[in-house]
C-alpha cells in the first residue's frame, strides 16, 4: 500500500481507505473534520465541550497481544481494540496511525442495519433523534469488546451519553439485546479483527526515528513523528526529551493552545 510517510502528513483509515492530510491545523476536532470537511454529518455536535456525547465515534488502535474476547486475525500478533471517544474535544492530529470508525461506516450498501441500530429501532429507543448516533457509537464499542453486557455494564458503555426526550430505559434494553441479532456481514466482532483492519494500520505505523549516524538509505520511510505547527506527538523518550529542550511544552494533543481552542466554543459564535 502506497502512504505519504513525510512528519507532516496526518495519515489515518477511514472505512478500510488510507486519508492522507498535509499539515491539517493542530486544533481541528475530529468533529469539525467530519461534519466541515468530510461532509459526514451523522456525527452531531450538541455541547462541543465533552459532556454530551452527541458527538460520539469509535477509533480503532493496533495493540500487540491476543485480543480480549478471543477472537484474532490469525495474520499479525497485533490486534485492534477499539474505543468509544468524543470527537468534540479529540484533535484531529491525534488520529494518527489509527482508524477512524463513524455512525455512516455501520451499515453496509444495500445491507440491512447494523444489530445496534437495530435493536435501537425495536426498541423504541429514539425520539427525535438527535443524541442516536452517539449512543449507536458508544452501544457499537461495546458490541465489538464483548459478546454480552448486564444492565450494569451497559450503563458503564453509555455514561457519556445524553438523552432529553426518549428515557433511558428503551436505551439500556437495545444495549443488552444487541448480540441477539445475526452477526452482520461487516462490523462483526470477528471482521473488527481481521487482516482487512489490522494490516492498513500496520502499513501507516511510524517507527521511532533513525539512530544519530544512520544513513538516509538505511532510515526507514516510515521513521520519525508526526510534527505540526503547534502538535508534536514524541514516540520515544529521546523524542519526548529534544522536544522539551526545543520548548515545545505543547506537545501531545492538550497544550495551552489546545485547552483555549476548546474552551473557545462556550463563546457565542
Ligand atoms: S458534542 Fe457534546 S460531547 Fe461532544
Ligand atoms: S432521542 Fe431526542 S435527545 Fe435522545
Redesign the pocket.
Same mark, same amino acid.
Given at each position: 500500500m502506497e502512504v505519504d510517510n513525510s512528519s507532516q502528513v496526518l495519515r489515518f483509515v477511514l472505512d478500510g481507505r488510507v486519508v492522507a492530510i498535509d499539515r491539517p491545523p493542530a486544533t481541528m476536532t475530529v468533529l469539525e473534520y467530519l461534519r466541515d470537511v468530510a461532509c459526514r454529518r451523522g456525527t452531531k455536535e450538541g455541547c462541543a465541550e465533552g459532556d454530551c456525547g452527541a458527538c460520539t465515534v469509535v477509533v480503532g488502535e493496533l495493540s500487540a497481544g491476543p485480543s480480549p474476547n478471543r477472537v484474532t486475525s490469525g495474520h499479525s500478533p497485533n490486534r485492534m481494540t477499539y474505543r468509544a471517544v468524543n470527537s468534540c474535544i479529540r484533535f484531529l492530529p491525534t488520529l494518527d496511525g489509527k482508524e477512524l470508525v463513524t455512525v455512516e461506516s455501520l451499515q453496509a450498501p444495500n445491507g440491512p442495519a447494523h444489530p445496534v441500530q437495530q435493536s435501537l429501532i425495536d426498541n423504541h429507543a429514539?425520539?427525535?433523534?438527535? =443524541? %442516536?448516533p452517539g449512543f449507536v457509537m458508544s452501544l457499537f464499542a461495546l458490541y465489538l469488546n464483548r459478546s454480552e453486557a448486564n444492565r450494569e455494564e451497559v450503563l458503564q458503555a453509555l455514561a457519556g451519553n445524553l =438523552?432529553? =426526550? %426518549?428515557g433511558y430505559r428503551p436505551i439500556i434494553d437495545a444495549g443488552m439485546r444487541q448480540w441477539d441479532y445475526p452477526a452482520p456481514p461487516r462490523w462483526n466482532r470477528e471482521e473488527a479483527q481481521s487482516a482487512s483492519h489490522v494490516e492498513p494500520l500496520e502499513a501507516i505505523a511510524r517507527r521511532p526515528a533513525a539512530a544519530a549516524g544512520t544513513k538516509p538509505s538505511q532510515a526507514s520511510s516510515t521513521s520519525g513523528s508526526l510534527k505540526l505547527p503547534g502538535f508534536h506527538a514524541p514516540r520515544t523518550l529521546a523524542e519526548l526529551g529534544k522536544a522539551l529542550q526545543a520548548g515545545r511544552h505543547g506537545c501531545g494533543p492538550l497544550g495551552h493552545e489546545g485547552l483555549a481552542r476548546i474552551a473557545g466554543h462556550r463563546l457565542p459564535r
Open positions: 429514539s425520539q427525535c433523534g438527535f =443524541c %442516536t =438523552c432529553r =426526550c %426518549t
